[in-house]
């Protein structure tokens, strides 16, 4: 596994205003790792450090910058992912699910895609509900991108995970359709 070595101070990745070193985790600590659900993996001794931009408040690292699709695969997105988020499976899906149907009055007329949506689940979870929805991901699904424009495009928790988050959203933004509504959370 190669970690791009320490960089003290940096440039925003979105903004491009000066961001500044703000802390050091281990490489198996998960943001969540504290609460009681989540599972407590041995250190690795493999420092990942991170900046916060002073302009925009954006917290992010360097040390993935090099890496191609086949190490996150490898190394974060495998069968352990659900030790370091179980809200993956079920929980998080139906409140974002919830979240996009009490906020979208005019949803079920709409195309939705779910761009990073994981396995796939709140895609599902839409259509249940009458929905056109569609998710793509591309450590979960492994499908090929998705045809068309949408009027609603939903990304939830995915621009923490890429260390490229303006080429993602440019990315994203071709499915868009100019008169949608394009909504990411975090």
């Not at 974060?76 to 139906?94: A, S």
């Not at 868009?176 to 990411?184: A, L, P, Y």
Request: hydrophobic residues 35%; proline residues 5%; glycine residues 6%.
């Amino acid at each position: 596994m190669i970690i791009k070595s320490l960089v003290h101070s940096s440039k925003c990745k979105v903004c491009e205003s000066d961001a500044h070193l703000c802390g050091v985790v281990d490489f198996n600590t998960s943001c969540d790792s504290k609460l009681p659900d989540h599972a407590v993996l041995p250190l690795t001794g493999i420092p990942i450090y991170y900046h916060r931009c002073e302009n925009c408040g954006l917290l992010y690292t360097h040390a993935f910058d090099d890496w191609e699709f086949d190490d996150f695969k490898k190394y974060i997105y495998n069968d352990d992912y659900i030790k370091h988020d179980p809200d993956f499976l079920g929980v998080r899906p139906r409140n974002n699910a919830e979240l996009v149907m009490s906020n979208f009055k005019p949803i079920l007329k709409w195309n939705v895609l779910d761009y990073g949506g994981g396995d796939g689940q709140l895609a599902n979870l839409l259509c249940e509900q009458g929905v056109k929805a569609v998710g793509w991901d591309p450590f979960h699904l492994n499908l090929e991108l998705p045809q068309g424009k949408f009027e609603l495009i939903t990304s939830f928790e995915v621009f923490e995970h890429t260390p490229t988050p303006v080429a993602t959203l440019l990315r994203l933004s071709v499915f868009w359709k100019k008169e949608g509504q394009f909504s990411f959370l975090h």
